[in-house]
């Protein structure tokens, strides 16, 4: 390994190469930074989950680079519905690993960032480890910041300084999501689901408002695990609590496990260094078999849409690219085979226009993320229904039972006509 400049460390990447990019707060974005100013040349793919940063490698027109997102974030959304050289890949999360070693999109470099070395030679992939390892061990090149804010976390996300090939020194701070105020819409999404929520149970929770609020109404809940694929603030407080302990986990009781994670500097403090904590490979995580093995797993996912039959669509608004499939099918289908698990879909009634998030019909285009026949619960600040075992027609009543009541007339009146049917 040589300590270098950021030239250096990136001569090794050639024309044509595929480079992986390190995700969420540990976005290497020294080192991105220096090869979209220095790209070494025309089709040089650029390939990651969400990264966080500026993202000019592909925002700024000059069509450097092409880029492959296997998780669509906020900051190449835009290319990827305008850029011809921007493009999603469909994939669940626990098979990314795959298509990073092997075929055409096998890694030549990986560029990373990493906690400064221990005494032995370990440097932790920080919040980070998801399909990080994969790319390095396909990589011929391996390319690291070394910064000294990224916390040490326990579980299998070390790799040693004999893996990596040139490193450069930064100091950047993490990057942070601070908890939102929650609305009373997600305050009421978070009753229902509390509602629902067993004392042992083991809990996949995202990022965003609902999840925070189904965490901040479980403060009176008993032996509560984690194993999920990401986490935020919200189980903080659970934790000091004692509500969150792990104690009827099948799967590394008494861990939280994970394979990344995103918050505030409060989070990344609390991550560092601490036993509590697993993070293994998304291949892990997100592995229906072993996600099985706990007990009432209860898997919490979003929605931007659902209709009437319960296909929902999670990663993109009709036609224009949103997000991704990332896990949700992985975990919904680990709780609906565990024993005592609730799978739910939860989300608002509707969008910020006003309209039904419960709808006849997808929208044209729409990506269809979990099958009517997984989906069981699902949730909105009207109540809670379960379609497992319903029929279309019982399904479509139960969902506009739901809805919000503007629209309820309008919604019962499209599955009259669908089905031929009256009294809805």
């Not at 980070?128 to 990224?150: G, H, I, M, Q, W």
């Not at 009146?413 to 009256?422: D, F, G, P």
């Amino acid at each position: 390994m040589k300590i270098t400049n950021t030239q250096e460390a990136l001569s090794v990447i050639e024309p044509g190469n595929n480079v992986f990019v390190h995700s969420a707060a540990m976005t290497p974005n020294k080192l991105v930074k220096a090869l979209t100013q220095n790209c070494p040349g025309p089709d040089v793919n650029l390939i990651h989950i969400h990264t966080e940063g500026e993202a000019d490698y592909i925002n700024d027109n000059s069509f450097k680079f092409n880029m492959y997102s296997c998780f669509v974030g906020s900051n190449v959304r835009k290319a990827i519905n305008i850029n011809p050289k921007a493009n999603y890949i469909p994939v669940f999360l626990s098979e990314i690993h795959q298509i990073l070693t092997s075929g055409s999109r096998k890694i030549d470099v990986a560029l990373l960032k990493v906690s400064p070395p221990d005494s032995h030679g370990y440097c932790s992939l920080g919040t980070s480890v998801d399909v990080t390892l994969a790319a390095v061990r396909a990589a011929k090149y391996v390319v690291v910041e070394f910064n000294p804010n990224v916390p040490r976390v326990h579980g299998e996300g070390f790799i040693h300084t004999n893996q990596i090939d040139f490193g450069v020194e930064s100091d950047d701070p993490m990057f942070e999501v601070n908890p939102k105020v929650l609305s009373e819409e997600e305050m009421e999404i978070g009753k229902h689901i509390a509602e629902l929520i067993e004392d042992g149970s083991t809990l996949q929770m995202g990022i965003g408002g609902i999840p925070d609020a189904v965490l901040s109404q479980l403060i009176n809940h008993k032996d509560l695990g984690i194993h999920t694929e990401m986490f935020t603030d919200g189980i903080l407080p659970l934790v000091k609590k004692g509500v969150i302990n792990g104690k009827f986990k099948k799967v590394l009781p008494g861990k939280i496990v994970s394979c990344f994670a995103i918050g505030s500097q409060n989070l990344y403090d609390f991550v560092d260094n601490n036993p509590i904590l697993e993070f293994r490979e998304a291949s892990f995580t997100n592995d229906t078999t072993i996600i099985r093995k706990n007990p009432k797993v209860i898997a919490l996912n979003s929605a931007i849409e659902i209709d009437l039959t319960g296909q929902v669509c999670a990663d993109s608004i009709g036609i224009y690219q949103y997000s991704g499939v990332g896990g949700q099918m992985d975990f919904i289908r680990g709780a609906s085979l565990s024993e005592g698990g609730k799978p739910i879909i939860a989300l608002a009634s509707c969008t910020k226009n006003g309209d039904s998030k419960i709808a006849p019909l997808l929208k044209a285009g729409a990506g269809v993320t979990t099958t009517r026949a997984h989906v069981h619960w699902v949730v909105t600040e009207y109540g809670a229904v379960d379609l497992f075992g319903k029929d279309l027609v019982e399904r479509a009543k139960l969902l506009t039972s739901i809805a919000h009541p503007k629209h309820r007339e309008s919604l019962l009146q499209a599955a009259n006509e669908r089905y031929h049917q009256n009294g809805f």
